[in-house]
């Protein structure tokens, strides 16, 4: 019964990755002309983690020892909770994703008439994409277990950690009065802790 969960919830948490990519490269297309764009080593630096992380993640078992050292138990309680967070961090994601609109970017930018967005899940933490991508990469290394997926999380997540940061020096600029206050009443990642 275990191999037969670990092949369903295998499945449901490539589905998710697949509805999420397919919804962000449909939906790309038709934001708002961008004014500002983050460039160098800063772009370079978030970038090549994020690709380093994913590797990590996704093809851990082919990397050397300890990596491909299988560290999470596979059992049917560990293949359901992956799958429900990969399914909770999509739906997060693609909240998000319609909540923030034309104003998305994939890199750090300022898009023409640029709006401060708060209601939906930016009313719960600033940034949900972030938040869901990071449930969903969790979902992904509880399903594979292996010590250089949970490495390529810790990866992922600092890269995601640059990225917001320098998101958020630009939302400081853009919008001086409101962008502050929003910090103060809305945590970053996490709802209540930061």
């Not at 899940?121 to 994409?129: A, E, K, S």
Request: proline share 5%.
């Amino acid at each position: 019964m275990t191999a037969d969960a670990y092949f369903i919830a295998g499945r449901m948490v490539m589905v998710c990755w697949a509805v999420f990519i397919i919804c962000w490269l449909i939906s790309a297309p038709f934001t708002k002309r961008t004014v500002h764009k983050l460039k160098g080593g800063v772009l370079a630096t978030y970038r090549v983690s994020a690709i380093l992380g994913w590797v990590l993640l996704i093809e851990a078992r082919r990397f050397p020892y300890p990596l491909s050292l299988s560290l999470i138990p596979r059992n049917y309680g560990v293949a359901w909770v992956a799958a429900g967070l990969s399914v909770a961090g999509l739906c997060l994601c693609l909240w998000a994703r319609v909540t923030l609109g034309r104003n998305w970017s994939a890199d750090v930018t300022l898009k023409e008439s640029h709006e401060l967005i708060q209601q939906g899940p930016y009313g719960f933490v600033r940034h949900p994409i972030y938040t869901g991508m990071l449930t969903m990469f969790i979902g992904t290394v509880l399903l594979s277990g292996f010590v250089g997926g949970v490495l390529g999380v810790l990866v992922l997540f600092g890269s995601f950690w640059v990225k917001l940061k320098w998101e958020e020096k630009l939302m400081l600029q853009q919008f001086p009065n409101d962008y502050p206050a929003y910090m103060q009443r809305v945590k970053r990642l996490i709802p209540f802790l930061g």
